[in-house]
């Protein structure tokens, strides 16, 4: 394990990594302006990538189904999946790199969509150019990556419910309802808000009360 | 809300505030501050013998003082829970001697003058945000004359006027004379959708609510003169068109444009001068009451509890959900919901499908009853630490111990470690490592970026949850800025360790910013402080070096920011092209000696 560790903090790779490099198109939110054809060509040169090309959608069920064949076929280990942001679609990949037995922590994203073609969307070459270092980029740090591993806590089944109006009060009924203990907090004397001071209400003109 | 009140599993506290949250996701410590009610809820029937005995008399708040109120008092028939209340602030009874006359009123012995705030600590696994609204306050909106004539009104005042249950009975009177009103004009948009005053966003409500007061009014007067000075209306939703024609066929007149100026007539009345933007005319319409349809601005808590929660607000002062498409529910932080108007301007019917959104939400969380810790953590080198304690000292979580006198080494409790890095940035001797963002990662990523075409390039760190969020927001926005950027994501600005820096100018950078969280807002509490110190300490350093301090830059930008993203590249890039390839070779064989 130590060694392990202080090879990671040195930046060492630890075996020799199989890397698959997946290039999306986004339809044409991508590929419009990225040249995503080249894009893969040039990180298929790249050291420890086995594998790499462009893709019309990664996270559509073709997308991944194709990505996780290559996967059993080439005996990929770490797959880098350069496409939206991974605010996205992180968690996507994850499960699908992890549904065919690969730590979810060896896949890495490049983010050409929110902030590559959206964002130069005059200047394609120069787009181009970007994404071949994001996709660089990606790899450099998934060739060094390591599996990591979560862990499971107690949690209480409790929720506590800030404000006592409409919302408040359906969120604090829901959850009570299925079983679950709610606190309740209002800073007025009472519960009802804002709510409880109109007569009728839109669209059905009954009572709110 | 009776419901609510009875429910076994809900624990209802009124009269109180959160003081402070700590914890985490799945196990939170909440205190809460529960202020005296001097009224036991429990054993009060709410007979309001007492209220009746009471003699200071004050506006009645619910009613917006359009009615009075005792010192002691019940909010209103339907309170929830229904024991009376009593402010302390206004009561002469705190000194007996002066009062006590609704002590010896109350037969139950209710009431207790020496009844003291409590503090109360709850354990909580998730957290629903629902804190609502505030209404435009419309006195800084002269040409309405609010504060000057008491027949212009608020919607939320014209409520109660019209409501069975409120100081009138449902009869709507002039404030001035208590005479039956005869025409009545609604103002929209005030508050809302002005570049000048009040918000810049639609209220979402407030045409509806006019709608549906002009209908409520040609329902009890069929002769009313009713008319609405508007944008145009939004009558978007569910049945809404269909209001609103049946509004304008019941003879309410619509007219395009809103008001320049109100004066008050001898009368009382109000003259209303308005361009109708129609006609192109200039009218006056002289009315007995105009009502303002206020729009909606964020409560006055949000602030402080969205610095108590690490949450994170949109430009508008609202809560800013996780995604505005796909998680509209979610904070970005894990566990926390929005539900109603905290998060945005809504009405009654989307309320209650966000808080039940979010109640679903919330048991998705919950119902294994465990929950996955976060694997992005730190760990200790224990060989290579020298106790110095610093990183104890740094974690904003106190998620690290050391014990410096006996030299027992660091040691991170990874359940509490929520993965920001600051600990592996400020250790001076390299020995702890932050998982999935180690310093042999993100060096790398740094060296390729600058590969090629170095002098070119601007490299940029941001913090996944508001500058990397920021990033992708002017994305969403298509906001162009120039190509040579290139960013590394960590999770805090605190993981930006100093030699990334170096090690960006060693390969011959020309700029670099690092950017975060505003301070005040960071998602790991206050972990960007010491990015802030790192900064300035790196300034320093280049100072003395002689290496121009301003080619490293500091930004805070919120996830809400795509614009000012965009303009800080902008700002980098014209600060990268007065970087001379002379000075970065000078940079570059500065830092190899």
Known sequence: MEANVLAHQNGDVAEKPRIGVYVCHCGLNIAQTVDCAQVAEAAEQLTDVVISKDIGYACSE?????????????????????????????????????????????????????????????APEAATRKAVDLVQMAVSRIRVLQPLEEETL???????????????????????????????????????????????????????? | MTDVGRHPRITLHTLSEIKDVNGYVGNFDVSILKRARYVDENECTACGDCAEACPVIRPDEFNLGLSSRRAIFSPFPQAVPSAYVLNANECLGHNPVVCGKCLEACDKGCIDFHMSDKEIVEHVGSIVVATGFDVYDPT???????????????????????????????????????????????????????????????????????????????????????KVFYIDIRAFGKGFEELYTRSRRSGVHYIRGLPGTVEEDPDKGLSVAVENTATGNLEIHHLDMLVLALGLKPAASTQRLQEMLGLQLNPDGFFLEAHPKLQPVDAATRGIYYAGCAEGPKDIKESVTQASAAAARAIRLMHKG????????????????KCCGKCAEVCPYNAVTVDVKKKIPASVNTAACAGCGTCAA????????????????????????????????????????????????????????????????????????????????????????????????????????????????????????????????????????????????????????????????????????
């Open chain 1, 62 to 122: 073709p997308g991944q189904q194709e990505m996780k064949d290559d996967i059993m076929e080439f005996g990929l280990d770490r797959v880098v999946v350069a496409s939206c942001s991974p605010r996205l679609h992180e968690p996507t990949f994850r499960q699908m790199v992890q549904s065919v037995g690969i730590n979810p922590y060896l896949l890495e994203m490049a983010n050409l969509r929110e902030q590559c073609s959206w964002v130069h969307m005059n």
């Open chain 1, 154 to 209: 107690p949690l209480t089944q409790k929720t506590l419910v800030i404000g006592g109006g409409v919302a408040g009060i359906q969120a604090a009924l829901d959850l009570a309802d299925n079983d679950y203990d709610v606190v309740l907090v209002e800073k007025q004397p009472t519960i009802g808000g804002t709510m409880a001071q109109l007569d009728k209400t839109f669209p059905t003109m009954d009572c709110s009360i």
């Open chain 2, 140 to 226: 800084e909106l002269d040409e309405y004359a609010y504060s000057r004539f008491e027949n212009v009104l608020t919607s939320l005042e014209f409520e109660r006027l019209i409501n069975a249950g409120g100081p009138t009975g449902g009869e709507v009177l002039r404030p001035t004379d208590r005479q039956p009103a005869r025409s009545i004009g609604f103002v929209q948009c005030v508050g809302s959708r002005s570049a000048k005053k009040g918000g810049n966003y639609c209220s979402n409500i407030c045409c509806m609510n006019t709608v549906k007061s002009t209908l409520m009014l040609k329902e009890h007067y069929p002769d009313m003169d009713i």
């Open chain 2, 370 to 385: 465990e929950i996955t810790t976060e694997a992005i953590t730190s760990m200790v080198i224990e060989e290579a630490c």
């Open chain 2, 426 to 593: 400020e250790c001076p001797f390299d020995a702890i490592i932050m998982n999935h963002f180690t310093d042999g990662q993100i060096l790398n990523q740094v060296h390729t970026a600058l590969e090629e075409s170095t002098q070119e390039k601007i490299l940029v760190f941001a913090c996944n949850w508001c500058s990397y969020a920021g990033a992708d927001y002017a994305g969403v926005s298509r906001l162009q800025y120039p190509p040579n950027v290139r960013l590394i994501r960590t999770m805090c600005s605190g993981r930006v360790d100093e030699k990334f820096i170096w090690d960006g100018f060693r390969a011959g950078a020309p700029v670099i910013l690092v950017s975060g969280c505003h301070i005040g807002d960071c998602h790991y509490i206050d972990a960007n402080h010491w990015t802030e110190k790192r900064v300035k300490k790196v300034h320093k350093k280049m100072a003395k070096m002689g290496i121009r301090p301003e080619r490293l830059q500091l930004e805070w930008i919120s996830a809400a920011e795509g614009v000012r993203f965009a303009e800080v590249m902008d700002g980098m890039e014209k600060l990268r092209q007065s970087v001379t390839p002379e000075e970065i070779a000078e940079t570059v064989q500065l830092l190899k000696e």
